[in-house]
C-alpha cells in the first residue's frame, strides 16, 4: 500500500441540469485531467471532489461555478483484492482516525485501486499506512 498526501477541489453550488457536463468542459479547457471525482446532490446543492492535475487551474476555473475550496486528502495507492479495504480501516479503527469521506475505484482487475480520503488526522493515516504492506 503506498498513500501520500494530496489535494482536492470541493465545489459547492446549486445544482442544476447539465452542471456536470459544464465542469468537465471548462477544466478541459484548460488542458486539465480529472484524476479522481465524486459527485452528489443534497437538496438543491450539488456538490463535487475532484483530484486533477492542476488543482490551482480547477480552482480558478470552478470559481464561475460555486464555491471551490481545496482540501488535504490521502491519495491511497492499493492491491485491488479482497480485503485490502477491510485491512485499511480496521487499522484506521484500531488507532481511533475518524473518517470524513473516501471515494475512489479500480482501473484494472487485479491490478491497484486508488483512494481518496480525509480524516480526523491524516498525518497518523500517512504513518500507518506506510507501516501496511
Not at 484548460?30 to 450539488?46: C, E, F, L, P
Not at 460555486?66 to 495507492?77: D, L
Not at 491524516?122 to 504513518?127: A, P, Q
Amino acid at each position: 500500500m503506498k498513500a501520500v498526501k494530496g489535494e482536492e477541489i470541493l465545489l459547492s453550488t446549486e445544482n442544476k441540469e447539465g452542471l456536470l457536463a459544464a465542469i468537465a468542459t471548462v477544466i478541459t479547457e484548460k488542458s486539465i485531467n480529472i484524476r479522481a471525482i465524486s459527485a452528489y446532490v443534497v437538496g438543491s446543492k450539488a456538490y463535487f471532489h475532484l483530484v486533477t492535475s492542476d488543482n490551482i487551474g480547477t480552482k480558478e476555473v470552478l470559481r464561475n461555478l460555486g464555491t471551490a475550496e481545496s482540501k488535504e486528502v490521502i491519495i491511497v495507492e492499493m492491491p485491488d483484492r479482497v480485503g485490502q479495504l477491510a485491512q485499511l480501516v480496521s487499522r484506521l479503527k484500531e488507532a481511533g482516525i475518524d473518517l470524513m469521506r473516501m471515494y475512489g475505484t479500480a482501473a484494472q482487475v487485479n491490478g491497484s485501486a486508488i483512494l481518496i480520503l480525509s480524516s480526523s488526522n491524516n498525518n497518523k493515516v500517512l504513518d500507518i499506512l506506510s507501516n501496511v504492506s
